[in-house]
């Protein structure tokens, strides 16, 4: 089995590493502990998520203990780095709330049962160990051991001291101290001497690097992982400044699939490395078909299946691929009634009742009506000009809207031009 550093290391995972010789010695011997932490700001992981996730796959997959960090009790202070500034306190039904969201989203990415060749996973949530303790034990016990000076020359810390307007309270300057702490608990319990994070996190890990052999002697390790921008400069996860979140009732798996299908051509290979766990070999031919034949969008359409299927299963990320193909193919009756909603759900919609339809109802008084034209007369002429369509069929003159038209889906699509849609309800 080959070394889990350069695995990562090959497919992009790497950012920063405090010591790559000593981390890749540490992964020689199978069955050693990796720790990443997630941040209960939500009740859902987001496709961001995804790369502390699937680093941590890796890990299991290589041989190693994966430990997921959940932060009950770094949850209820807020992590300042990269932050401009506070972050609004969760009350604590907010905090289980998301805790139990996140932990059951885990669920699906770990193997918790474990064999003789894979440990088994962890989830542990930091409040088990942080939040019973007493202010004096911590003054005692941890404060003395770090200094203020190493903290204020780190970056977050730094950035926000810097900033007139916001500066940085003593409640998010601790945080620090409270995942540092965190790297000296899993070091001291489950051996665990390395942690992985954004390389925003850089500044904490190092903190717990520190902390650690200042107890005991013991070298830990950090790995920080690149904070992906597309290629466009956005961040990456995001779609108009809305995250893709992982859960279904948050982000419909119709928009999850499409933002990934919608992936930029110069991102795509570089994603694939990262989100997927295709052989780089598979990766290479998939960047070759691409380069000679860009339109087919191959490496896309494979990038969307693989990470929809990892976050939704293999079941719904081919019902993706079903429905895209239908719906450019102009076949919307293949569509059901869920998928067909979720593909529909940003846009308008209008509700009629369906008896109107018994005798029909002419094109271009309903269109006008739903507000896809802002007159009859304007109907008129997209209708001559061939430029209004319904469940994507080129409407003719005098075209009347019945119940022969309702999809088996139960809804009519009606279109204007090439991109303007309107979905059509019936009570």
């Not at 011997?29 to 939500?42: E, H, I, L, S």
């Not at 719906?327 to 909603?341: P, Q, V």
């Not at 309903?366 to 802002?374: D, G, P, Q, Y």
């Amino acid at each position: 089995m080959r070394n889990l550093y350069e695995v990562l290391k090959e497919r992009g995972f790497v950012e920063q590493c405090t010591d790559e010789g000593g981390v890749v010695k540490w992964f020689d011997t199978p069955g050693n502990a990796v720790y990443v932490g997630f941040d209960p700001t939500a009740d859902s992981l987001h496709l961001g998520s995804l790369i502390p996730l699937i680093g941590l796959m890796h890990v299991q997959r290589a041989g190693h203990k994966a430990v997921a960090l959940v932060g009950g009790a770094t949850g209820m202070v807020g992590d300042p780095s990269g932050k401009s500034a506070e972050r609004s306190f969760l009350d604590d039904d907010d905090l289980a709330y998301n805790l139990d969201g996140m932990r059951s989203q885990m669920e699906s990415f770990f193997d918790f049962e474990g064999d003789s060749d894979h440990p088994a996973a962890m989830v542990l949530n930091n409040a088990d160990w942080i939040a019973d303790v007493s202010l004096i034990d911590w003054l005692r016990g941890i404060g003395k051991m770090v200094s203020v000076n190493t903290m204020m020359s780190k970056e977050s810390v730094r950035r926000r001291l810097e900033d007139r307007d916001q500066g940085i309270s003593y409640t998010e300057f601790s945080y620090m101290l409270l995942q540092a702490w965190d790297f000296v608990y899993l070091n001291e319990t489950h051996g665990c001497r390395v942690q992985m994070g954004g390389s925003d996190q850089w500044g904490n890990i190092t903190a717990g690097i520190d902390l650690i052999r200042r107890r005991s002697g013991e070298q830990a390790y950090g790995i920080t992982f690149p904070l992906l921008e597309t290629a466009s400069g956005e961040k990456f996860g995001k779609s108009e400044g809305n995250a893709i979140w992982l859960d279904p009732k948050r982000t419909s798996i119709w928009d999850f699939y499409q933002y990934l299908i919608r992936t930029d051509d110069r991102d795509v290979i570089k994603h694939l490395k990262l989100f997927t766990f295709l052989p780089l070999e598979e990766i290479e031919k998939l960047a070759k078909d691409h380069e000679e034949n860009p339109g087919s969008r191959i490496a896309h359409k494979r990038l969307a299946l693989e990470v929809t299927a990892l976050v939704h299963g293999m079941l719904q990320a081919e019902r993706m691929v079903a429905g895209a193909e239908a719906l450019y193919s102009g076949r919307l009756e293949d569509l059901d009634s869920d998928l067909i909603n979720q593909v529909f759900s940003e846009g308008p919609s209008c509700r009629l009742s369906s008896q109107r339809l018994e005798l029909g109802v002419d094109l271009v008084d309903l269109v006008a009506e739903c507000a896809l034209v802002k007159s009859k007369s304007e109907a008129r002429r997209m209708l001559k000009q061939g430029a209004l369509y319904v469940n994507d069929q080129r409407a003719e003159e005098g075209k009347m809207v019945d119940h022969e038209d309702i999809l088996p889906s139960g809804v009519v699509v009606l279109r204007k031009g090439k991109r303007d849609y309107l979905l059509l309800q019936f009570d």
